[in-house]
C-alpha cells in the first residue's frame, strides 16, 4: 500500500460497512470530496480487495460490528501488519480498547460532511 498519492488521480480509499445505506452515503460523500472509493460490504470482502489491489490503496475507513469471519477490527489489525503505513479509519459505537498504531477512531453517530476533512488528514499524516 502506498502512503502518497498520484497527483494524477484520486486517492483510492476502501469502505467496509455493511449497513447498505450508510455505506452508500459514505461512499458518496468520499467520491464527491474527491476520493475513488471502493466499497466492501463486509471485512472478508474489504481484504479481497484490499490484496486484488496490492499498492494501491491509500487508507482503509471500516466498521467495527459486521458479519463475517472477521469484525471490522481485526480487519484493521490484518491490514496493518500486512501494510503497516496503510492510514486506517475504525468506526463504532463505542471505542476499542486497542487501535493498530496507523488507525484512528471515528465514534458513530459520525457527521458525513466530516468525514472527507477527516480522511484527507489521515492520509496527509501517513
Known sequence: MTSGT??????????AEDDPQLRMLVVDVLTDAGFEVLEAAHADAALRILCSAEGDIQALFTDVNMPGSMNGLELARRAHHKWPRLPLMIGSGAAPDTLPPSGRFVSKPY?????PDRMWDLIAAA
Do not use: C, F, Q, T
Not at 498520484?6 to 486517492?11: F, H, Q, V
Open 6 to 15: 498520484s497527483l494524477d488521480r484520486a486517492p483510492r480509499i476502501v469502505v
Open 111 to 115: 457527521k458525513l460532511s466530516d468525514l
